[in-house]
C-alpha cells in the first residue's frame, strides 16, 4: 500500500486493507489467507470479516474468486 489515505474508505475498511497488504508481504508461499483465518487474526467474526471483504472487493481495492477458499486476491 502507497500509504496514502482513501477516503473512500472507512477507518475500518482502512485497517483491514492495511493487514491484507500486510499479510502479503509476509507470505513466502503466496497462499491467500481464508476468511476464517483472517477473522481469527483480526479478532472478529466470520460474518464481518466477509463483509469487509466483499465492501472492498465492491471498491475495486479486493478481487474475490466466488466458491474458491482462498480466493481474496489484492488489486494493485
Given at each position: 500500500?502507497?500509504?496514502?489515505?482513501?477516503?473512500?474508505?472507512?477507518?475500518?475498511?482502512q485497517e483491514?486493507?492495511?493487514?491484507?497488504y500486510e499479510q502479503a508481504e509476509g507470505e513466502?508461499?503466496?497462499i491467500p489467507?481464508?476468511?476464517?483465518?483472517?477473522?481469527?487474526r483480526l479478532?472478529?467474526?466470520r460474518q464481518s470479516c466477509g463483509r469487509r471483504v466483499h465492501a472492498l472487493a465492491r471498491k475495486g481495492k479486493l478481487t474475490v474468486k466466488p466458491y474458491e477458499p482462498r480466493g481474496i486476491r489484492l488489486c494493485e
Open positions: 500500500m502507497t500509504g496514502e489515505i482513501d477516503e473512500k474508505l472507512t477507518a475500518k475498511q483491514f486493507l492495511a493487514f491484507l513466502s508461499d503466496g489467507p481464508t476468511i476464517a483465518t483472517l477473522a481469527r479478532g472478529i467474526s
